[in-house]
T-cell receptor
Framework: DADVTQTPRNRITKTGKRIMLECSQT?????MYWYRQDPGLGLQLIYY???????NKGEISDGYSVSRQAQAKFSLSLESAIPNQTALYFC??????????????FGEGSRLTVL | AQTVTQSQPEMSVQEAETVTLSCTYD???????LFWYKQPPSRQMILVIR??????QNATENRFSVNFQKAAKSFSLKISDSQLGDAAMYFC???????????FGKGTHLIIQP
């Protein structure tokens, strides 16, 4: 089983619909992240969380919200989806200061299409 | 803000040959990490290699090695004895020590010719 699990893997929705992408991890990491990938643009950080009580905006947070329900769960919501939010979304985790190695561990991605 | 630049949108190499992917970055910090990630068609992001800025020795992982030039802010990836399974998008990424997530380049699409 994957250490970082994203659901759904693929989703097609319509403009104006509310969408939630879920992420759960079994790695025991404190830090969790949501990234968006668009062709030719690499990955851009949407939100990140260092623990349940700590949520921070990334470089492209407009139109998105997140919830850290537990150490192992971090959800991304699109309150009213629009077509330019069509993208591949990644959840990732990393260690905290203890055992810090800098790298991120990624889920398998959630492809979202907004019509 | 830090930036990461990959100047080669696409590279092609013959199987069994060597290819080098370029990456430059901009930072004013001294404590940071650099990474190369591979994204095959399965879309999974796979860590290829990591380099800590304080280490002068270039990182190596089997057929993958880096040329880390700190003063020039350059971090290239060399793939030796290229294999068909190396075909993928490769992303260079930067992370400052203790900070919040990675900054990615736009990627290089590597094609392996049989």
């Amino acid at each position: 089983d994957a250490d970082v699990t994203q659901t759904p893997r693929n989703r097609i929705t319509k403009t104006g619909k509310r969408i939630m992408l879920e992420c759960s991890q079994t790695k025991g990491h404190d830090r969790m992240y949501w990234y968006r990938q668009d062709p030719g643009l690499g990955l851009q950080l949407i939100y990140y969380s260092f623990d349940v009580k700590d949520i921070n905006k990334g470089e492209i947070s407009d139109g998105y919200s997140v919830s850290r329900q537990a150490q192992a769960k971090f959800s991304l919501s699109l309150e009213s989806a629009i077509p330019n939010q069509t993208a591949l979304y990644f959840c990732a985790t990393s260690r905290g200061l203890a055992g810090y190695t800098g790298e991120l561990f990624f889920g398998e991605g959630s492809r979202l299409t907004v019509l | 803000a830090q930036t990461v630049t990959q100047s080669q949108p696409e590279m092609s190499v013959q199987e069994a040959e060597t290819v080098t992917l370029s990456c430059t970055y901009d930072t004013s910090e001294s404590d940071y990490y650099l990474f190369w990630y591979k994204q095959p068609p399965s879309r999974q992001m796979i860590l290829v290699i990591r380099q800590e800025a304080y280490k002068q020795q270039n990182a190596t992982e089997n057929r993958f090695s880096v040329n880390f030039q700190k003063a020039a802010k350059s971090f290239s990836l060399k793939i030796s004895d290229s294999q068909l399974g190396d075909a993928a998008m490769y992303f260079c990424a930067y992370r400052s020590g203790g900070a919040d997530g990675l900054t990615f380049g736009k990627g290089t699409h590597l094609i392996i010719q049989p």
